[in-house]
């Protein structure tokens, strides 16, 4: 008989909605713990549309005209990765979060700020005074998905400082196999793991209704907040915005008495 306490997701099949080294790493974290991960990506990156402001914001950084540069997510520490982007020694970084600053580091490039409360844009606004020892104007250049919030670029102008936003990628969706979609549908998959409202609209757009017996969960409030605005039902939140959060949160939902579906 398997050990609830080592194996507390036997039975249960998870839906994992990215690829890559990420997705592989959380298939394998779900596996040690007796799950069984169904890795289909339902969001991918794409360049984007306005490569000449990138190019140019990115020779800037590395001339060393910003005092900072912000950094939402570990997809745009791809960006910089792909483009060999260069930091100038006096440019400090600032991530939203410890998986976007674990990419980060892992890229070569030094972090200065993370938000040790709320791993958010609002998180790191509420923070940055503070980091930056009350310094008005800096000279920041915020890195963003075309469908990214302004959050971060429109509070840090609202205190004075010279900020210049630039769309580094865009978010495109994409389409499941058919499986999955009939899986998830009968409630076949007993939790669905949401990463990013991005991931949140695919797979409200693409699964409908998610099953009760399903659990749907988020990988922190913001994205729990997206989910709901879009109609997404949702089960459990983790408390971390981070991938070992949320399948904690899968397991202490198991171990409080949720169930793979029969």
């Known amino acids: 008989m398997t050990n609830r306490l ?10 994992v909605p990215r690829g890559g080294p990420w997705g592989d790493q959380v298939a394998a974290n779900l596996r040690a713990k ?13 360049a984007t549309d306005d ?11 590395a001339a060393g005209d910003f005092d900072w540069m912000t950094i939402t997510s570990a997809t745009t520490v791809d960006v910089l990765s792909s483009h060999r982007a260069v930091v100038a020694p006096g440019t400090r970084i600032a991530a939203v979060g410890e998986t976007t600053a674990a990419a980060l580091i892992a890229a070569g490039y030094h972090v200065d700020i993370v938000p040790s409360e709320d791993n958010s844009a609002r998180g790191l606004l509420e923070e940055w005074e503070t980091a930056t020892a009350g310094v008005i104007p800096l000279r920041v250049l915020t890195l963003r998905s075309e469908i990214a919030k302004p959050l971060l670029s429109e509070g840090l102008r609202r205190v004075g400082h010279d900020v210049e936003s630039v769309v580094a990628y865009r978010t495109i969706g994409v389409p499941v196999s058919d499986q999955v979609v009939a899986d998830v549908k009968a409630g076949l998959v007993h939790a669905v793991l949401v990463t990013s409202g991005s991931v949140a609209r695919q797979v409200r757009e693409q699964f409908g209704d998610i099953p009760e017996r399903t659990l749907v ?3 922190g409030p913001q994205t729990a907040r997206d989910s709901r605005t879009l109609g997404l039902r949702v089960d459990v939140v983790a408390s971390e915005r981070s991938a070992e959060s949320l399948i904690d949160a899968l397991v202490d939902a198991a171990l409080a008495g949720s169930t793979p579906a029969a």
């Open 51 to 61: 490569a000449p402001a990138l190019n140019a914001a990115l020779t800037r950084l």
């Open 217 to 219: 969960a988020c990988i």
């Open 34 to 46: 007796g799950a069984h991960p169904i890795v289909a990506p339902m969001i991918n990156f794409a």
């Open 6 to 15: 080592t194996k507390p997701l036997a039975g249960w099949r998870v839906l």
